[in-house]
């Protein structure tokens, strides 16, 4: 899917909040929630960001003001996204664009306008879809195997990743991952990550006894034990 015409993104949230998984745990950031993702994991805590519906479209400062998580969204411009952010006063300059999936849009305008005005910029894909964006961006893939939208792991999502971050909740999942580290394997300098789903206890052991064998490293849900977004 193409980004939509006039470079409009349709956002299903945007908040201050602090980074609660990989590398960038416990820095202040500002998500940015794009809507649309047709990839389909079953445990997926932001299905309402799946559809697109064009009669769920509202204004954007009802997007900005949610009180609880819906399929609504608003088209808007990287420029009115940028002075959204200045005039509510936000202090985090880490951004990070989420979903729903990122990566089905051109992200390049939207990168250099955040870029330009001072933010650094962070996005997080599921590595099936091209990634469009500033080559500054911090890449985070958490690679989707065998998911019911049917869509594979790119191996240029896996080389361009900064960091690269799993969820596991078994040992079949550990063993995917491998297949896929030798068919799409990342760059040197990539970060590997192992994060459990849902903080399962045995996902977590799991987790912790492969990143020490690998020297690997363990991305623990932080907002989730917080209660925060």
């Not at 929630?33 to 997926?44: E, K, T």
């Not at 509510?88 to 305008?109: F, S």
């Not at 969820?167 to 063993?175: E, G, T």
Request: net charge negative.
């Amino acid at each position: 899917m193409e980004n939509p015409i006039n470079n409009i993104y349709p956002i299903n949230e945007i908040f201050q909040t602090i980074q609660g998984e990989g590398v960038f745990t416990g820095v202040p950031a500002i998500f940015i929630r794009l809507q649309g993702c047709p990839v389909g994991c079953p445990w997926c805590d932001t299905q309402h960001t799946w559809y697109q519906h064009q009669e769920r479209q509202v204004a954007l400062s009802e997007v900005v003001e949610k009180a609880a998580p819906s399929d609504t969204w608003a088209g808007v411009t990287a420029a009115a996204i940028v002075a959204e952010l200045q005039q509510r006063g936000y202090q985090a300059k880490h951004v990070v664009i989420t979903g729903g999936e990122p990566a089905m849009y051109d992200l390049r305008e939207l990168a250099a306008v955040l870029e330009h005005n001072g933010y650094q910029l962070q996005i997080e894909t599921s590595g099936t879809f091209a990634i469009q964006t500033s080559a500054d961006t911090w890449v985070t893939v958490s690679p989707k195997l065998n998911m019911p939208g049917g869509y594979l792991v790119r191996p240029d999502c896996m080389q361009r990743a900064n960091e690269i971050k799993y969820p596991v909740a078994m040992q079949k999942h550990i063993d995917e991952f491998d297949k896929l580290l030798q068919v799409c394997p990342p760059a040197a300098t990539a970060v590997i990550a192992l994060q459990p789903i849902s903080q399962r206890p045995r996902a977590t052991q799991l987790a912790m006894q492969v990143c020490i064998e690998r020297n690997w490293r363990l991305s623990v849900q932080m907002h989730k034990y917080l209660n925060i977004e």
